[in-house]
Structures are given as C-alpha cells and as structure tokens.
C-alpha cells in the first residue's frame, strides 16, 4: 500500500502538463481585477492557454469544454510575493531561503537556479489558489572576519504549474537590505551601507561604460565580483529595480532619498513603519511588499507596525501588495489571500486586498501584461472558488495555470488521508 501511495506520489510530481484546450468557464461570478470589473454572471474561455475572452453574454466556442461554474466565484491565479517557495521541501519548516556565502558572488547570485519546481510548497501552493511567485533570496550575512556584503542577489518570478522550466522573468529585480541585517553585513551602521552602495553603483556605470575601467582592487574592496558589476549594470542604468528590505521609517526614508539621488528604481519589501511615510512614498511612486500580519514589535525595526498598514498606505495611492514576514511559517507563505483576508478586516477594500495578491504584485514586478487580471490575450491563470477567497473556509474547486488545470493534490495530503484512519477512531 505504501509503495503504490508513494508510486501516486511520484506520478504527481513528474507528471507534465496537459496540453492546453479550449474551455469555457461559464456563469461564474467573475472578478476580473482588469477593465471589465466584477461581473455579476459571467464566462470566460480560455484557448491554447490565453484568454480568448471575458463577459456576461459572450459566445461559447462549439468545441469547447464547458465548466458550469454557477454560484462560485472566479479570480486570477494568486501571487505569492517576496517568498522562498520551491527553496526547500518542508512544508512545516520556518523561512527556508537560499542564499551566497560567497564572499565575491553577491548581487550576481541568481535564487532561480535553487527552485525545484517539485518540491512538495508547489503543489500544496497551487490547492491553496497560487499560480505564480516571486521568488527572492536571503538578506544579505556577514560571518565574522569576512569582507563587507551589501546585496543578496537577483529575484525572479516563476509560476508553479506541472512540468517543464517555471522561469517566468528571470533577474526581476535585485534584492538588498537596508536595516539592522543589511547594516551589519556592510561593516555595522546603515552611514556603511549607503556609502558603499553609491560607489558599487559609480562603478557599474564605469564598467558600462568601458568594462576595462574599473579597478580590480576596488572590487576587491566593495567585495563584488566581475559578475556582481554585470549584474548592478541595469539597476544603475534604472531599468531593472532594487527590492530593498526595509522597515524602520528612517530607514525607508534613506531608501527613498537614495533613490532620488541615484535616479534607481525601487521597490521597498517590508514596509512595518511605511504608513508613517505614506505620502512620501506615494509622492515617489514606489510601490511596497507588505507583511500584512505585523502588528507586534518582534524586532525595534518593527516597533510601529500595524494591521492599518495596508489602508493606510492604499489610501495614500501607493500601490500594495503582500509578503509573509520571516516568522512565519510555511504555512502563510503559501497562502496568500489569508494576508489578504486580514489586511480587509484593518481598512482596505476586498478589492484592494485581492489585487494586492493578484494583479499587484504583477503591475509591481513587471508582468501585468501577461497575468494578475482576467483579460483577453493574458496567459490564463484562474481559479475557481466554492466562496469568498478571502474566507479561510473557502477551498479552490478549480487551479488553471497558463490553461492548463491543475491537479488539486500533493504528496503530504496523500499521506494524511493514508494514514488519518491510524488516529481518528469513530465517535462513541
């Protein structure tokens, strides 16, 4: 019984995808997070794994597989952002990330590489309504004696559908942090970090300029590697952002300056203190990844954190979405729209919250032209809902991932309802 469990099992995770085929997905409340808004009994069909089109009324194609979706809801595949999905393979474990020891591989560390797309997180993920994820690396150490780090590497966005290479946008963005665990690592104090940062910068725009300009030993000094100035090329050139953790106001607003003054784009991660500088933020235009259930000081960097971040901050026009914090277990990392579900209970809209876990976190790392919205020509990322979503008793009852459907079981699960009758006796 074991061996033919386990041999389902490994069918499961080495299985590769269905083709994709035309479907119909038909009087569904539809919450498109796009132009055609809530569509009170809608369709939308989906062919060779875009959406082909979205409305009440629309024409059901004569080969299409029809799903009846009458009284569920239908939203975009969710966004898991900020996240270590697929770096580890415990489902119960804490923050497992990935991360560079090297003393000269830094900002040319590229997390991608760690993913497993067969880790058991991804099919749990995808039960839970998660298509997607933005996959970062761990902050930035420093072990003692060891030269002074500032970046902890590329970040990149994958989806987490069966079968084949889940890169989506590779190098998305590069991440760094600017508090207490940043500070440290770039020789003690953030005065450090922002100095070292401003030259690592000046040397990339050298390098682009003429790759022989750059002194070695002034590498040698910033501890950055050839492939670290080729990575901090289009950060410096503005094209690509920093992610930086940051959660201190005074540290956000060192952040926000940094950026003003170097001409970066950034995006801050973190954000504990972010609704006392709320109009600032929104003045900037820089979007923030939040931990929508801080609300306790488990660190002086987040003695001002609350459950009003979000509202707060949506209010003032900064563009929101959400992260689970490092203390939390893999439990919330993988379920988003918990994060979002409580962040509605604090002041912003159910609309606002499901966006921040959905389209979002797509606007934010550059890819809202192919998923995060119910829209003609996007890749189809749906999922069908037996509930609100922002309910915790509400299950997905269908996961599409680029059209393709999922399967809605994972190896941990086979093995509970395995052995679930080992240790629950009927009722006497």
């Known amino acids: 019984m074991i061996r033919r469990l386990l041999f389902a099992a490994a069918l499961l995770l080495g299985a590769g995808p269905v083709a994709a085929e035309t479907v119909a997905i038909v009087n569904a409340r539809v919450l498109t997070m796009g132009p055609s808004g809530d569509i009170a009994q809608g369709s939308v069909v989906v062919r060779d794994g875009r959406i082909a089109a ?3 009324g629309i024409a059901i194609p004569p080969d299409a597989r029809v799903i009846d979706a009458r009284g569920q809801i239908l939203t975009p595949g969710l966004v898991a952002a900020v996240t270590p999905i697929g770096l580890n393979d415990t489902i119960g474990s804490g923050y497992g990330g990935r991360g560079s020891n090297n003393p000269r591989l830094s900002a040319g560390f590229d997390v991608l590489s760690d ?6 997180q991804v099919p749990e993920a995808r039960i839970e309504g998660v298509t997607r994820a933005v996959v970062a690396p761990n902050p930035p150490s420093r072990p003692p004696n060891a030269p002074a780090r500032l970046f902890g590497g590329q970040v990149g966005v994958i989806h987490l559908g069966e079968g084949g290479d889940p890169t989506v946008k590779p190098r998305a963005a590069l991440y760094l942090d600017a508090g207490e665990m940043g500070a440290s690592a770039a020789g003690g104090s ?3 970090l922002f100095v070292q940062l401003a030259q690592a910068l000046a040397d990339a725009r050298a390098h682009a300029r003429n790759p022989a300009a750059v002194d070695p030993a002034r590498l040698e000094e910033l501890s950055l590697s050839r492939a670290d100035l080729e990575a901090l090329v289009p950060v410096a050139e503005g ?10 106001a005074s540290d956000i607003r060192n952040v926000l300056a940094f950026a003003r003054e170097q001409k970066v784009q950034v995006i801050l991660s973190g954000g504990s203190e972010a609704w006392m500088l709320a109009r600032e933020i929104a003045a900037a235009k820089v979007p923030v990844v939040i931990d929508a259930e801080e609300n306790q000081a488990f660190q002086w960097e987040n003695l001002n954190a609350t459950y009003e971040n979000a509202a707060i901050l949506s209010q003032a026009g900064v563009l929101v979405a959400f992260k689970p914090s490092v203390a939390r277990i893999v439990f919330l990392i993988r379920t988003p729209r918990y994060l979002a579900g409580r962040a509605a209970r604090f002041g912003i809209t159910p609309h606002e919250a499901l966006a921040a876990i959905t389209l979002n976190p797509a606007r934010i790392f550059g890819v809202a032209d192919r998923f995060g919205s119910i829209e003609a020509g996007k890749e189809a990322d749906l999922v069908l809902w037996n509930g609100d979503p922002l309910e915790t008793t509400t299950a ?6 680029r059209g393709v459907e999922q399967p809605l079981t994972a190896r941990n699960r086979l093995l509970r309802d395995r052995y679930i009758g080992t240790v629950l006796t009927p009722a006497n």
């Open 54 to 56: 979205v409305g009440a």
């Open 115 to 120: 993913v497993n797309p067969n880790s058991p």
């Open 190 to 192: 953030r005065g450090a």
């Open 239 to 248: 094209r690509v952002p920093l992610l930086v953790e940051a959660n201190r």
């Open 396 to 401: 997905a009852r269908m996961v599409m991932v």
